[in-house]
């Protein structure tokens, strides 16, 4: 009986989880917002200096990527962009904020823009998410077949443009963590 209301318990966080597919990470005050953390074995100005180094490395030039330092706090913010594959954008501007302490790092992403030649950049808020939550509605709502059926492919492309903003940004903090290692 103890395995199966673990492995229903289990389903269900599953469920839970898979449910968030497609959405893009929101903090308390719905905005959205990317972090890591890791506890490398390096002092704080050891960190900061590999920080330094993966700028230098993943952004071309220190000077242009970074918008603020401080080597005393241990603190370096990024404003850069990544290319993404969307619709409507062509890349993401964000705001990359390391905070380096002894034998650990926090790192943060805020603040994202899509960019687009066609148009000025938009901010990227939680309506991304609510555009998508609305169209779920409307899928489980649609009757008509064929209709319904356009619906979802036009949710799937929502999503999978989410997923595009998302792997983006979880493929830079990871690299950031790999070169901290």
Do not use: C
């Not at 839970?16 to 890791?38: H, M």
């Not at 704080?44 to 603020?68: C, D, H, I, P, R």
């Not at 805020?110 to 000025?120: A, E, M, Q, R, V």
Request: charged share 25%; glycine share 4%.
């Amino acid at each position: 009986m103890k395995h199966f209301i673990f492995i229903a318990l289990l389903l269900f966080s599953a469920a839970q989880t898979f449910a968030q597919d497609g959405l893009l990470p929101l903090d308390q005050e719905k905005n959205i917002y990317y972090s890591d953390s890791g506890k490398p074995e390096l002092s704080k100005n050891e960190l900061y200096k590999k920080v330094q180094e993966w700028v230098s490395k993943t952004f071309g030039n220190y000077e242009n990527a970074v918008s603020f330092e401080d080597s005393v706090k241990g603190v370096l913010r990024v404003t850069s962009y990544v290319p993404l594959i969307h619709s409507q954008y062509g890349y993401v501007r964000f705001d990359l904020t390391v905070e380096s302490a002894d034998n650990q790092y926090f790192a943060k992403i805020t603040n994202l823009d899509g960019i687009s030649t066609l148009h000025s950049p938009e901010r990227l808020t939680s309506k991304e998410n609510d555009n998508i939550t609305a169209k779920e509605v409307i899928v489980k709502a649609e009757n008509n077949k064929k209709k319904r059926a356009e619906l979802e492919q036009e949710l799937k492309v929502m999503k999978a443009e989410n997923e595009g903003i998302n792997t983006a940004l979880y493929n830079l903090l990871g690299s950031l963590k790999r070169s901290l290692i």
